[in-house]
């Protein structure tokens, strides 16, 4: 702990139990720009006959884009980061689908209330184009429970704040746990935002989790 105290000595410290990752990392220019311009390209086709976005709206595709040829680069991305996010995690060698996949067109002003992605094990974001005053996401603290007493504080920090923001930029990459509440603030840049997001899950969720973790008596 960091205070000076008689009563203790050197060896205190804080003990952070049971983390919450969320694991971030930016594609390097020669891979994100070829990705955006199709991405881009794909949604002005999807959009060709849809009036332009108002302020303040928000708009989103089908839930397949995975599937599509011009995102074959993006999923390439995206099954690299959940590979190396699984090793981290010391998951067993169990193979893995994206369920989804879908764009996210903020207008100006357009931002997106707290949720979670139920039925999935992880979730994420690559981020196609964003402008300062657009390129934030929020995550919330799960523990409910620490909502009841909630008194002042002097000073917001890592180990008593509720939401934690995280700064993104054009060709960022973010996974996080589907479970965690995440937000996104209004966008105040002057330019669309877009994004897309995707959820990941067990490909034979039954047959591979589903037997107990106890052995037999």
Known sequence: MAAENVFWTEAAEVVRLFPTFVWKCQLRPEVHRPIDAAIRNRLDEMRRHLPPLDRGVAWQSGHALHKLEELRGLVGCIDAAVDAVLAFLRISNLEVSITGCWANVNAPGAAHGMHAHPNNFLSGVYYVQVQNGGNTINFHDPRAQTAVIRPPVTELTAYNTDQVVVAVSTGTLIIFPA????????????????????????????????????GEE
């Not at 669309?192 to 989790?209: G, I, W, Y």
């Open 179 to 214: 479970w965690l509440l995440h937000s996104v603030d209004a966008n105040a840049s002057g330019e669309t935002r877009v994004s897309v997001s995707f959820n990941v899950m067990f490909s034979a969720f039954t047959a591979a989790l589903s037997q107990p973790l106890w």
